[in-house]
């Protein structure tokens, strides 16, 4: 899978993979305005926190040519990168790469014209991040892969993964599916356990489709059943990805993350997080000021239960640092607290 | 909801509601043979512990009527009821109460006559079957809404339950929905969270059902969050029923339980399971002598994962006992190891 299908800036459109149609359908949505990028971001056509950095990052580019088309005046333009940067709360990077891009506008570009903004300049700082993310991930997967084999030892590894943290979610490598990828390459993997990720599935609809691209090993397990399998010894370690890590070290991930770290401290195997420095927010002390966004309880409740079911449909949860080994960036390994 | 409803036996055959047309149709299934038995046992239709004990004992009265109407020898006999007892490994209640059930046959009715068996006393032992598993539902309701109320103090209780384990798998109240059932009467229950329970959804299907036909307030949460949800303080006690139960107080269940019950201590509250003397396995020392019933990859992969994604689907998991805060019977409140 070429990098530019998942996320890519062709004649001043963003062009996208649909991850909703994923694994059935491979499908590449044209993106012409903010309205569209939006609608992309929260159906999760566009999903995984360093793909949205990276979207957010050419949404900015798109605003302007979009303003530029549109006559729009300066408090239009900023309101509509807003829209964008808060089209979902938890990841960080989403509104970081807004606020990185944005600031090629500069604050003297009062009114919106080619004179006060240098759209080319924008473009290229978007495709900036875009490159950038790519390396990260590459330099992210190298890290975990040489940690998890010092931790873990010899034998090639069984890795437990959550969600879909590979290149739809992060361009190059991924995150954690990176690590598990240049584990593969290296030799040293055996096989991966991949928990579904109910509502949306993306574990059993793009973690394994990816595996299967790739020609890795893996079998696909529902995510109650994940705590128990790793209590009877079927995976040497597990491996996610993050939207979030507070200051403390408390990371924001996927729902369903949080019940892995216990059962991995329980059965005396790592929990290693795989993140950009991007997703580290000093700003944030603890995972307590991490906002967690609910989602529709349709997700969960249609078709299966009775009509009018009530649901509780929050999309991350917290771990605490005192259940993490490690969190591996591009740049170091940090110590959790386990 | 009437009791015979859920199993019954009328005019020589097992009528059964069938429980994977629940939520959206009330089917009563009619069974005259065991072939018809074991499929109807296999595919979850009737399902649950106790009423699977139920189903089995009426079982062997069916056999005894289909021998005797097809001219079966005793060793055929035996057979059949012996693919009945085996249709599903887990729980204990099946195999029991089918052996229970047999006895009546008498060990020196070699061949299967109305002479040599009495039909009309193995029918009578099968429906004393199914009267005392709705009595003995009653009195573990009771006994766990005591336990709770006395346990966690004075205020209405939210409780976090997982499966379905209501008078769909226990006849009368159930077990851990019965103890629900009993604190809502008493005036003692605030509201429930229900695992929906993957891969086929008895706590989204039949759980939230059989709670809006009570009027019992609850939300359907998705299996990976439940830990989560507990750690932040969302629920007072964690109560569930159980297959098996090891002499040693290892607890096998519905897979999904063994997260709950390291949540469960991780935060504080107390982990109840509710089950029957019946379900107690003198037998079997420890969980890990337990079968673990293992289903077919399809209800894990169909229709959402890449055609060819291999699973595990492991169906039930083992609790130790050290994480249990106490198991409640009809007869008894046994503390667990916690």
């Known amino acids: 899978m070429d990098q530019p299908d998942v996320l890519a800036w062709r004649d001043g459109h963003i062009e996208a993979l649909d991850q909703t149609a994923l694994p059935?359908?491979?499908?590449?949505?044209?993106?012409?305005?903010?309205?569209?990028?939006?609608?992309?971001?929260?159906?999760?056509?566009?999903?995984?926190?360093?793909?949205?950095g990276a979207a957010g990052a050419l949404g900015v580019a798109l605003a302007v040519r979009q303003g530029h088309?549109?006559?729009?005046?300066?408090?239009?333009?900023?309101?509509?990168?807003?829209?964008?940067?808060?089209?979902?709360?938890?990841?960080v990077n989403l509104s970081r790469e807004v606020a990185a891009v944005s600031a090629r506008i500069g604050p003297d570009a009062v009114s919106i014209d080619a004179v006060s903004i240098?759209?080319?300049?924008?473009?290229?700082a978007a495709l900036a991040v875009l490159d950038a993310t790519a390396a990260v991930s590459h330099e992210i997967s190298e890290r975990g892969a040489a940690y998890l084999t010092a931790t873990c030892g010899g034998g090639p590894l069984r890795i437990h993964t959550h969600c879909n943290t590979g290149s739809l979610a992060c361009l190059?490598?991924?995150?954690?599916?990176?690590?598990?990828?240049?584990?593969?390459?290296?030799?040293?993997?055996?096989?991966?356990?991949?928990?579904?990720?109910?509502?949306?599935?993306?574990?059993?609809?793009?973690?394994?489709?990816?595996?299967?691209?790739?020609?890795?090993?893996?079998?696909?397990?529902?995510?109650?059943?994940a705590p128990f399998l790793i209590s009877r010894g079927l995976a040497d370690a597990v491996v996610v990805g993050a939207d979030r890590i507070a200051a403390n070290c408390d990371v924001a991930n996927k729902i369903g993350t949080y019940g892995l770290a216990?059962?991995?401290?329980?059965?005396?195997?790592?929990?290693?997080?795989?993140?950009?420095?991007?997703?580290?927010?000093?700003?944030?002390?603890?995972?307590?000021?991490?906002?967690?966004?609910?989602?529709?309880?349709?997700?969960?409740?249609?078709?299966?239960?009775?009509?009018?079911t009530r649901a509780l449909n929050v999309a991350f949860d917290v771990t605490p640092a005192e259940l993490v080994s490690a969190?591996?960036?591009?740049?170091?390994?940090?110590?959790?607290?386990?």
């Open 69 to 91: 088309a549109e006559g729009w005046d300066r408090p239009r333009l900023d309101a509509e990168i807003k829209r964008i940067a808060d089209a979902r709360p938890t990841a």
């Open 262 to 308: 216990l059962a991995a401290r329980q059965a005396g195997i790592p929990f290693v997080v795989a993140a950009p420095e991007s997703t580290i927010d000093q700003a944030t002390p603890s995972g307590a000021a991490i906002p967690l966004e609910q989602r529709a309880e349709e997700e969960i409740t249609v078709p299966t239960a009775p009509v009018g």
């Open 118 to 124: 240098d759209a080319g300049a924008v473009e290229a």
């Open 327 to 338: 969190v591996v960036t591009e740049a170091r390994v940090i110590p959790g607290g386990r």
């Open 172 to 225: 190059g490598w991924g995150t954690a599916l990176g690590v598990i990828r240049a584990l593969h390459e290296g030799g040293a993997l055996r096989h991966v356990i991949v928990d579904e990720t109910r509502p949306l599935l993306q574990g059993a609809r793009l973690t394994c489709w990816e595996l299967g691209q790739l020609g890795i090993e893996h079998q696909l397990v529902c995510d109650g059943a």
């Open 24 to 52: 059935h359908q491979v499908r590449t949505l044209r993106i012409s305005t903010v309205d569209q990028l939006v609608r992309a971001i929260t159906s999760l056509a566009i999903r995984g926190a360093p793909v949205l």
